[in-house]
């Protein structure tokens, strides 16, 4: 029997995501010049106004306060008829050094057997239905506010874009998971005022989403997914008819408050923990992206159509607690589930140093993962620039997204005899 699946995305400016990414700037710029540093930042941003607080452990200095105004105006909030923009905005800071009793469960002589920063667990999820083994209805979501923060960029159509903005996609399966069309779409963007009336207004914006947004997406996408727009699908554009107070003057927002966003847009499962102001040796974030890895180098291998990893840890201590793997009954391979997790074990070191030497995580590579998700994103190599009147500058080549590399495809099928 077919089903509807929906999942919703966040553009950069909305709140929570704002909130997000001035956490992970600041965790940037901790890294940049002392890749040992312990961070743990929370932001809050309302009208006017941000505040930061939370755990730090470093022997350099950040002047937070900037970051935050950097990102703001970077976002888009530059204009102080938004009530939030980055020059003019309250910044304050609540942040301590990290707890000693913490520190002590992570911190070892031998660096390798560095415990864990928590317990917890943590998920990591792939399937074969995208490119880049993600949900469709969650890659879908992000594709149309990326072109939308591109339109609003740009600054040659929709002129009157404003930087919060929120995209929902409901996709249509068969009876055998596999998609069969778009059944309805949700976007929801700010603007600026009209000199029309709401109606007019509303009309006007729907045009736009219908006639550029929509189809500038469609073009990004492979040709096998622009045959799921089918033209019955539902169409709802600012469904409150009016979208003008928006960003933080609208809704408060908080880190990690989007983390089902961040991650598989409701498919496979979540352990809870937020990423967004952490360092990696808070597990909630490094494990997190460790079982994206596994998950997505054994659907890329062929061991299964897809693919769940858990991975739990208890605070101070090196090896996870568990390791566990559910296919869905779509392993490729003549192995039951905890088979599998038993040649994972053996294949990946888990310890959480082994995680941040093997994906590169004591780099400043986290601003980039805080807006459209931190999987199902393409690797890259960049060079970053942080600036500082005390210091000086850092420049420093990182590569973002490793835990996006198909760089276990082989072992893993040399182990599994494929």
């Not at 890749?35 to 002047?63: F, L, R, W």
């Not at 947004?213 to 045959?227: D, E, G, H, M, S």
């Not at 101070?316 to 599998?340: C, F, H, M, S, W």
């Not at 140093?353 to 993962?369: G, H, K, S």
Request: net charge negative; charged share 25%.
């Amino acid at each position: 029997m077919g089903y509807l699946f929906t999942s919703e995305s966040v553009s950069e400016g909305h709140p929570d995501k704002v909130a997000d990414q001035i956490s992970d700037a600041v965790l940037d710029a901790f890294l940049a010049r002392d890749p040992s540093s312990k961070v743990a930042c929370e932001t809050m941003v309302t009208t006017g106004q941000v505040i930061m607080a939370g755990e730090i452990k470093s022997d350099t200095y950040v002047d937070v306060r900037e970051v935050a105004r950097q990102v703001i105006n970077k976002i888009g909030y530059t204009k102080a008829e938004y009530q939030f923009d980055g020059d003019s905005c309250g910044v304050l800071t609540a942040l301590h050094e990290q707890s000693p009793d913490i520190n002590r469960g992570v911190e070892r002589k031998d660096p390798e057997n560095q415990g864990a920063g928590d317990q917890g667990m943590m998920f990591g999820y792939a399937c074969s239905e995208t490119d880049n083994f993600m949900p469709l209805p969650l890659e879908l979501a992000h594709a149309l506010l990326k072109e939308l923060a591109k339109i609003r960029k740009a600054g040659k159509e929709m002129t009157y874009l404003r930087p919060d903005a929120k995209s929902q996609v409901t996709i249509e399966y068969g009876d055998n998971n596999q998609a069969v069309k778009i059944h309805t779409i949700v976007l929801s963007t700010q603007h600026d005022e009209f000199d029309a009336n709401d109606e007019q207004m509303l009309a006007k914006i729907r045009e736009d989403v219908q006639n550029i947004l929509i189809p500038a997406t469609k073009a990004v996408l492979p040709l096998r997914i622009q045959k799921l727009f089918d033209p019955g699908y539902i169409l709802h554009v600012n469904p409150t008819g009016k979208f003008v107070i928006g960003g933080p003057h609208g809704d408060s927002g908080l880190t990690g408050r989007k983390i089902i966003v961040d991650t598989y847009g409701g498919r496979g499962a979540h352990g809870g923990g937020a990423f967004s102001g952490k360092d990696p040796s808070k597990v909630d974030r490094s494990a997190a992206y460790a079982a994206r890895h596994i998950a997505k180098n054994l659907v890329a291998a062929g061991i299964a159509g897809e693919v769940l990893v858990q991975l739990a840890y208890a605070i101070g201590v090196a090896q996870p607690v568990n390791i566990y793997v559910n296919t869905y009954g779509t392993a490729k391979v003549d192995l039951r589930d905890n088979e599998i997790s038993d040649k994972i074990a053996a294949l990946f070191d888990l310890r959480p140093y082994a995680i941040e030497q093997r994906l590169q995580l004591r780099n400043p590579i986290y601003e980039e993962t805080a807006s459209y998700g931190h999987m199902g994103r393409t690797p890259r190599t960049v060079t970053k620039k942080f600036e500082s009147v005390y210091f000086g500058d850092v420049v420093k080549e990182v590569e973002l997204f490793t835990w996006e590399k198909l760089d276990f495809v082989e072992k893993i099928q040399a182990a599994f005899g494929i």
